[in-house]
C-alpha cells in the first residue's frame, strides 16, 4: 500500500513538473512549441506517468483529422485563386475604410463559430484578412487578434460551437435553443466589450479615412494596385466553382451532423478527399500535403498527451473536487465554478477539464435539487471553460491555429504579445458572466 501511494503520489508530481516545464517552454519560444510539447508528451511515457497506449489513446484524432483536413480545403481555395478575388471585391466595396473591413470580418467571425466550428471559422478567415489587410497597406495584427478571441466567444454561444459544450449539453440535456437564449446577453454583451476594446486602443488605426485626405488617397493607389493584380491573375472559373461546391457541401454537412450520424472530422474529410479528386488535373496532392501545418498538428498531439498527464495523475479530479468543495453559499459556488474554470482553461486544454467537472458537478447540484436555479451551476461552467480559452495561446485550439497561420503568412504573434490583449479581455468577459449569473440566481 506505501509503494502504491508512493508512486502515484510521485507520478502526480512527475505530470504537474513536465506539465509547467512544457507551458514555461511554450511561453518563452526558446524552441519551437511542436518540439517543446512533444518533449513533455514523451517524458510522461519515459517516467511511467503514462504507458505508451495510453498516451496515445489521449491524442483527441478527430481534431486532428478536422485541422488535417480542413487545412487541406484551405489550400486548395487559395490556389485556386479564391481568396483572391474575394480579398479584390470586398476591397472594391469597403472602398478601404479599415473599421469596416474590422468590423466585416470580426462579426463574420463570431456568427460563423456559433453555428459552425470556430477552428474551422478561424482557418478560413484569418489567411484572407492578411491578405487583404495588407493589401490595403494596414498592419493586420490586430485584425487577427480580435478574430481568434471573437471566435471563442462566438463559439460559446451554441450547442455546436465548442468542444466542452457538446460535453456538457448533452450530459445534461441542455438543447441547441437554450444555449442560444440563455448564453445570448453575456455572449452579446463580450462581444461588445472586445469591439469597444480593440477600437478605443487602436482607434487610429481603425478610424474611417474619408476625413482623411492623404490616407484616402492612399488607400485608392492601394485599391488600384489590387484590382491591376487581381486582372492580371489568371482566375480558372471551373477550379473556382468546384472548390466552391466542395466548400459548401462540407459546411452543409457540419450543419446536419446530427441528422447524418458522422463525426466532424469524417465529414471534414470526406469534403477534403473529394475535392483533391475533382482537381487532381490542377494541383497535385504532394504539393497539398506539403502545404499543411504538420507541426501545428504535431504540438495539438503532444499537448494533448500533456494534459492527459494531469488527468491520469489525479491533478484535475483534486483541483474539480477542491473548487466544488470550498463553499455551500450558492452565490459563491457559482463565482468559484465560474472563475476556477476560466482560469484553468487558460493553462489546459479545456476539454479533459470540463470531463472531468460533469460528474462532479452531477453530484453538486443534486445537492440543490431544491433550487430554482441549480442549472446556472452548469452556465458558469459553460461560460468559464469556453471564455477562459481566450486567455493564453494554447488555451483553445482556435488560438493555436489563428497564431501559426499568422506566422505562416509572414505576421509574428508571440505568446507575450497575444497575452498582453487577451489576459485583461478575457477577466473583462468573465466579469460580464459573473454579473449575468448572479443576477439571474437572484432576481430571476
Do not use: C
Request: charged share 10%; no cysteine; proline share 3%.
Amino acid at each position: 500500500m506505501f509503494l502504491e501511494n508512493f508512486a502515484q503520489s510521485s507520478g502526480l508530481w512527475i505530470a504537474l513538473v513536465i506539465f509547467v516545464l512544457t507551458f514555461t517552454g511554450v511561453v518563452f519560444e526558446v524552441f519551437d512549441k511542436s518540439v517543446v510539447a512533444m518533449v513533455g508528451a514523451i517524458s510522461l511515457v519515459l517516467s511511467g506517468v503514462l504507458s505508451f497506449d495510453q498516451a496515445v489513446e489521449s491524442i483527441n484524432f478527430e481534431i486532428i483529422a478536422l485541422l488535417a483536413a480542413m487545412m487541406i480545403i484551405v489550400e486548395i481555395a487559395e490556389e485556386s485563386g479564391l481568396f483572391t478575388m474575394i480579398n479584390f471585391k470586398l476591397a472594391k466595396f469597403s472602398k478601404g475604410n479599415p473599421f469596416f473591413i474590422f468590423l466585416f470580418f470580426t462579426l463574420i467571425t463570431a456568427i460563423g463559430s456559433a453555428f459552425l466550428d470556430n477552428v474551422t471559422i478561424v482557418l478560413i478567415v484569418v489567411p484572407i484578412t492578411i491578405a487583404l489587410v495588407r493589401g490595403l497597406g494596414y498592419n493586420p495584427f490586430i485584425y487577427v487578434m480580435a478574430e481568434i478571441m471573437i471566435s471563442n466567444i462566438g463559439g460559446a454561444w451554441t450547442l455546436i460551437g465548442d468542444p466542452p459544450n457538446v460535453l456538457v449539453g448533452t450530459a445534461v440535456g441542455f438543447s441547441f435553443n437554450s444555449f442560444i437564449v440563455t448564453l445570448a446577453i453575456p455572449i452579446f454583451l463580450s462581444i461588445l466589450a472586445l469591439l469597444a476594446a480593440f477600437y478605443t486602443i487602436h482607434w487610429k488605426d481603425l478610424k474611417p479615412i474619408h476625413h482623411h485626405l492623404p490616407k484616402l488617397f492612399m488607400s485608392n493607389v492601394l485599391l488600384k494596385k489590387l484590382e491591376y493584380k487581381h486582372q492580371k491573375t489568371h482566375l480558372s472559373k471551373a477550379y473556382m466553382t468546384k472548390v466552391v461546391i466542395a466548400f459548401l457541401l462540407t459546411i452543409l454537412g457540419f450543419l446536419f451532423q446530427g441528422f447524418l450520424n458522422l463525426p466532424i472530422a469524417v465529414i471534414a474529410a470526406t469534403g477534403a478527399f473529394l475535392l483533391m479528386l475533382v482537381v487532381n488535373k490542377q494541383i497535385h496532392a504532394h504539393h497539398i500535403f506539403s502545404k499543411i501545418e504538420w507541426s501545428t498538428l504535431g504540438f495539438f498531439a503532444g499537448l494533448f498527451v500533456v494534459v492527459a498527464g494531469l488527468e491520469h495523475s489525479g491533478i484535475l479530479n483534486v483541483l474539480a473536487q477542491s473548487i466544488v468543495g470550498m463553499t455551500d453559499n450558492f452565490n459563491l459556488l457559482i463565482l468559484i465554478i465560474l472563475w476556477a474554470s476560466g482560469f484553468l482553461s487558460t493553462l489546459v486544454n479545456n476539454v479533459p477539464f470540463v470531463t472531468v467537472m460533469i460528474p462532479i458537478l452531477m453530484t453538486v447540484t443534486g445537492h440543490y435539487s431544491g433550487n430554482p436555479h441549480a442549472d446556472i451551476l452548469w452556465w458558469a461552467l459553460i461560460l468559464g471553460s469556453a471564455l477562459g480559452g481566450n486567455g493564453t495561446v494554447i488555451g483553445a485550439s482556435a488560438n493555436v491555429i489563428g497564431v501559426d497561420l499568422a506566422q505562416k503568412n509572414g505576421l509574428k504573434i508571440s505568446f507575450l504579445s497575444y497575452l498582453k490583449y487577451s489576459l485583461p479581455l478575457t477577466i473583462v468577459t468573465l466579469v460580464i458572466s459573473s454579473a449575468y449569473l448572479l443576477i439571474w440566481a437572484n432576481y430571476f
